[in-house]
């Protein structure tokens, strides 16, 4: 069409995406000259049910087409045969009418696809006078494309379940009256009324009230969250108790719900490697078939004396036999049920070529702190000297790492406020990186950081690195505090390490995953505590942010293709360099969504470990499908030469190749994340 840059078919989600300067109007009415129906991409399904002629469309041309032919066939049978020939006819018009038009377009552009294929092969039938073979081979291939379609929409239903999670309405207060309004209507910074029982409508922070929040639909939690004032909500979760009032943050169409909805579609439109296989192989082994078939049909009555009409069957019978049906959706349906269970269970796996490449690796790399780690570490240890309070020690402590950025900063300040401490405020704050922080607190410089920092201002430390070694090894951050002349004392600092750390980092071995590997900023003593806590294979300790860069780059050349995974956008140079990047807790996080290749939403290390399984058994799946589409494929046309096999068994064989291999994929649907 004229204005069009670029048509793209979505497989996966059922769409055909189309840029440039083209009206919708245009382009549906297009559709509609083709038999299609179709209207502008969104996040919102069309609530009116389709008339029963639309709906099961295919379902009845298949079943019309097999009234006429059995018609016919009992006409024949019983002698009363002067329709017989007309009614199989009619039989072949209507049930192949939707394939002799795609073959007509792969014509056109001489693409010798599947519908190409089968039409010369019932054309070639009828011109011999084999009807009945004819009008069974479009009865069966009729059959197979209405079964596979059922089969499909069942794997594409992920998205439509996901589409009816929020609910189209909400209720809004806006001049002091509430009001229902549609979910379109709704703008930045509408107060938002959620009642007890309802679905939260739009993304937005709580500013009233609490409740407990079931967000299993977006995260794959299994248990409800506590929310309170300040909490972050999602479209589409449920409100389980208290009645809360929510200020919406985000337009419908950009919610956390949305970002997924069109992450999926974008996903299962996605080719894998195997898929592209599979599409450069069908295009090479068609056209072969076809000068095979061509070859099969003349040679023998040329050059052998053959009787034509038996070999021209035998041709055709060839070109039913080596139809890539199967073939060709083998590796598409298996992503796309693989990718819907994922996002069913809070796994955001971002296209085909993510899922193999999660199935194919060996070794992980994982950040500690936020990860491994609830990221929010808590002061533990406090020892002063040199006269010094404790009440003072923090004070000053707490006014330095007021500006810092640092995790362990944060620990600090809030202890400090916890203690209601008043601390005055630090001049001349500076960050030094990878060892600490300073500055000036009325009238005096403290230094505050790692044994690496007083080394440099060639302080003598020795009388307090016992105490240091023993904080590490109970796993805890060691931080000193001091001016140049003298110490002030240590301060240690532990971050707690999740409760499912441990079971995810077993159950990954389980998986098949054979090395583990902790990468963090702590130092050795601290890393090794909780690398031996967590139960992982090995650590890397007191990295850099460039760092972690050159051990994964080293980790890659050790082990072969690894995984990093990461709370976000932190890491996001590490899990850039590896070969899959994993972000975790990133429900409502637009930017670690975009960054990431895969993304887990809660923060939930448990569903790794169903993400290398659901990836193993999707390439286990697409293997098993490519070989047994070929094996029916190659033992048909094996049979076919010496005449063991017809044109009716041929199409049967096709038929049951494709819809096994549908079914086979959708077995992919049914993995268990708590297994």
Known sequence: MPGTIKATINFGASNLIVEGNVPHEKVMKEAEKEGVTAKPMGIKEDDEPKPFLKAHKDSIITGLSTVLFLVGLTLGLTGFDTLEISLYALSIIIGGYKTARSAIYGLKKLNFDMNVLMAIAVVGAVAIGEWIEGALVVIFFSLSNTLSVYTLEKARNSIKALMGLAPREATIIRNGTEMSLAVEEIQVDDSMIVKPGEKIAMDGLIVKGSSSINQAAITGESMPVDKEVGNEVYAGTINQQGSIQVKVTKRVEDTTLARIIHLVQEAQGQRAKSQEYIDKFASIYTPVVIALAVLLTIIPPLFFGGVWDDWIYRGLALLIAACPCALVISSPVSIISAIGNAAKNGVLIKGGVFLEEAGAIKAIAFDKTGTLTVGRPEVTDIITMNGISEKEFLAISAAIEKYSEHPLAAAIVRKAERERIDFPEAEDFSSITGKGAKGMVEGLTYYIGNSRLFHELNMDIKWIEKDIERLQHEGKTAMILGTKEKLIGVIAVADEVRELSKDAITRLKEAGIEHTIML??????????????????????????????????ELQKKYGKIAMVGDGINDAPAMATSNLGIAMGVAGTDAALETADIALMADDLTKLPFTVRLSRATLRNIKQNIWFSNGINFITMILIVPGFASLLFVALADVLAAVLVVLNAMRLMRINPLK
């Open 520 to 553: 963090t900023g702590d130092n050795q003593a601290t890393a090794q505590a909780i690398a031996q806590k967590i139960g992982v294979d090995d650590f890397r300790a007191e990295l850099l942010p460039e760092d972690k860069v050159k051990a994964v780059k």
